[in-house]
């Protein structure tokens, strides 16, 4: 079987790269003496070989087939593909602003745990699958890795702005600590301005109309386009937002809140009655609870986890506690359900957070190239069963005021 081709007649063995028998020997006494033993081998390979032709010119079929089909729906294949592997982006609250769905929280990523090289490839990795938010803190310096291989106009970069240095002035959000943390973080990251910066945790100690007009400067100034609260409660949220519109500043537009499969009542509950009343987002952090989802801490604490390095004492305890010895269990049952769908325990986990109303990004931590690409492949969708399925197993689906109510 040949095929016309640029440079002549190719064979279906050239085509698939089917290897082809191998050359008889030149030694025409061996050929005689061998003859008995070569012919079974001979006939072994030919029928390979006319079992790979088979299923090559099944998989053309196969695939013609497809072709046809998706062109009476007015489709193509290749449009198919790029739509299946395409991120998503969607509103900041109700701001103009789109970002990816999936961001990459670099404060966790490149917390002094691996190389700036790694740190580069990782970004590389993230930007050239589509995601375009980057999300870092007050004393890490990620920003100008990213700035060396796009344009600035092309992805978002947040910072936080609270724990800056060790005197009292370098921490909370006094109108002097944000104005010059601010600074600090541009000058560290090497950027004229952020996209968004986050007043992480409230500070009891600073007056809230301070805060909202030293934000409102910040943006006025050039060096952030938006800002959004980390850590808030609804009510201190909603306080910010009337204190904007009591005197003309800028409220917030987005909060940064921990949610997972054993954290859900703000983002489910709080969260989406402020999206609708106040158009604030949701961009949501830790979805496999610090790695507990992963399955990983299943049998102990290992030596390499993030539970083992120093300063996490406080998850170690947590893997350890009754408590998280009863969602490791759910974990397991978690883990079967996730083989049936055919995608990992982390990618059930992150598709199952950006189904919640509201959530416009959901930001990984990763440390190496494997975990980010598994993270990015998540599932397309996630079905009304599946989702019946997983609240049935976890059993703390939250309620809202609502169904309180009823």
Same mark, same amino acid.
């Given at each position: 079987c040949v095929c016309g081709g640029k440079g002549g007649k190719y064979s279906v063995e050239d085509l698939y790269g089917i290897s082809k028998k191998p050359k008889a020997s030149s030694s025409s006494g061996s050929i005689v003496a061998k003859a008995r033993s070569t012919k079974p081998q001979e006939h072994r390979h030919e029928e390979a070989l006319a079992s790979q032709i088979l299923e090559a010119a099944h998989r %053309?079929? +196969? &695939? /013609? /087939?497809l072709e046809l089909y998706l062109r009476e729906c007015g489709l193509s294949l290749a449009e198919c593909e790029a739509q299946r592997s395409a991120?998503?982006? /969607? #509103?900041?609250?109700? =701001?103009? %602003? &789109?970002v990816s769905c999936l961001g990459l929280g670099t404060w966790v990523t490149f917390g002094s !745990?691996? =190389?700036? +090289?790694?740190? +580069?490839?990782l970004m590389t990795i993230a930007y050239e699958n589509g995601v375009n938010l980057f999300d870092t803190a007050e004393v890490y310096a990620s920003g100008s890795l990213i700035c060396d291989f796009c344009r600035r106009s092309s992805f978002v970069i947040t910072t936080k702005i609270y724990w800056g240095g060790q005197a009292e002035t370098e921490r909370g959000l006094s109108r002097k600590h944000i104005i010059e943390g601010l600074r600090g973080s541009l000058s560290r990251l090497q950027l004229d301005y952020v996209d968004i910066v986050f007043a992480n945790r409230n500070d009891v100690n600073s007056p809230m109309e301070e805060i909202v007009r030293a934000m409102t400067f910040v943006i006025n100034q050039g060096m952030a386009m938006y800002w959004g609260t980390s850590r808030w409660s609804a009510m201190e949220i909603m306080e910010a937002y009337s204190v904007a519109r009591q005197f003309n500043l800028i409220p917030p537009v987005c909060e940064q809140a921990e949610y997972h499969y054993f954290q859900r009542d703000k983002v489910e509950v709080q969260l989406p009655e402020l999206y609708h009343k106040i158009g604030v987002g949701a961009m949501t952090w830790s979805p496999l609870a610090c790695g507990l989802i992963t399955g990983k801490y299943s049998d102990g604490v290992p030596e390499c986890s993030r539970a083992a390095m120093k300063g996490y004492q406080w998850l170690k305890e947590r893997v350890n506690s009754e408590e998280g010895r009863r969602q490791l269990a759910k974990v397991k049952e978690l883990h079967l359900l996730a083989d049936r769908l055919g995608c990992t325990a982390a990618q059930l986990a992150i598709a199952w957070c950006l189904r919640s109303e509201g959530v416009s990004s959901v930001l990984l931590g990763v440390s190496n190239a494997d975990q980010l690409m598994e #993270? %990015?492949?998540?599932? =397309? !969708?996630? @079905?009304? !069963? @599946?989702?019946t399925e997983i609240d049935a197993l976890l059993g703390n689906k939250p309620h809202s005021k609502k169904e309180s109510r009823a």
């Open positions: %053309l079929v +196969e &695939r /013609r /087939r991120m998503v982006y /969607r #509103n900041l609250g109700k =701001s103009g %602003l &789109r !745990q691996i =190389s700036d +090289e790694m740190a +580069e490839n #993270n %990015l492949g998540i599932l =397309s !969708q996630m @079905t009304p !069963q @599946t989702i």
